[in-house]
T-cell receptor, first 112, second 112 residues
Framework: DQQVKQNSPSLSVQEGRISILNCDYT??????FLWYKKYPAEGPTFLIS?????DKNEDGRFTVFLNKSAKHLSLHIVPSQPGDSAVYFC???????????FGTGTRLQVTL | NAGVTQTPKFQVLKTGQSMTLQCAQD?????MYWYRQDPGMGLRLIYY???????DKGEVPNGYNVSRLNKREFSLRLESAAPSQTSVYFC???????????FGSGTRLTVV
């Protein structure tokens, strides 16, 4: 049972445009959400996070939106750059537990 | 450089062989994790250790054992490798969920 889902395996966006990556979850106990970025042959790196008490968190070009009623979060990258080309994973945790449940990932390709 | 170090980076095993994947972190984090990444499956938790002296099963623990040797080190052992354990294995550590995980660069394991 996949509790965190990323239904788009891949996404292609032109440089300078907005990239929107989506993530849905089924467990209503999740209350903290994170996005990770992964380049080939490297481990994932933390990008941005959001608590369930917020609906938006922004860090430079990256913004995460959380819609609790829809159990949906999204990552916006504006403007997209070629160096953003990577696999993006969303992840979620419950309560005080620090272990994360990850989605299946979305491969973003930013083209020139 | 501070971070999570995994050894080896690559390994080929024959079915039935055993091996131990090593992981060490120098950030004084309490919690450590082992994940595997498979195509289309995202990152799945094998085992984790919330603090020194404790270990717990994750989503896919069958066929694996772990040892939290001390606060720095968390090893993953395959007692009798099977082709289904062909995967990329990531170790991670965290202080708490707010700051997310720091991942190692991964071990690519092939079981033939």
């Amino acid at each position: 049972d996949q509790q965190v889902k990323q239904n788009s395996p891949s996404l292609s966006v032109q440089e300078g445009r907005i990239s929107i990556l989506n993530c849905d979850y089924t467990n209503s106990m999740f209350d903290y959400f994170l996005w990770y970025k992964k380049y080939p042959a490297e481990g994932p790196t933390f990008l941005i996070s959001i608590s369930s008490i917020k609906d938006k968190n922004e860090d430079g070009r990256f913004t995460v939106f959380l819609n609790k009623s829809a159990k949906h979060l999204s990552l916006h990258i504006v403007p997209s750059q070629p160096g953003d080309s990577a696999v993006y994973f969303c992840a979620a945790s419950t309560g005080t537990a620090s272990k994360l449940t990850f989605g299946t990932g979305t491969r973003l390709q930013v083209t020139l | 450089n501070a971070g999570v170090t995994q050894t080896p980076k690559f390994q080929v095993l024959k079915t039935g062989q055993s091996m131990t994947l090593q992981c060490a972190q120098d950030m004084n984090h309490n919690s450590m994790y082992w994940y595997r990444q498979d195509p289309g499956m995202g990152l799945r938790l094998i085992y984790y250790s919330a603090s020194e002296g404790t270990t717990d099963k994750g989503e896919v623990p069958n066929g694996y054992n772990v040892s939290r040797l001390n606060k720095r080190e968390f090893s993953l052992r395959l007692e009798s490798a099977a082709p289904s354990q062909t995967s990329v294995y990531f170790c991670a550590s965290s202080e708490d969920r707010v700051y997310g995980y720091t991942f190692g660069s991964g071990t690519r394991l092939t079981v033939v």
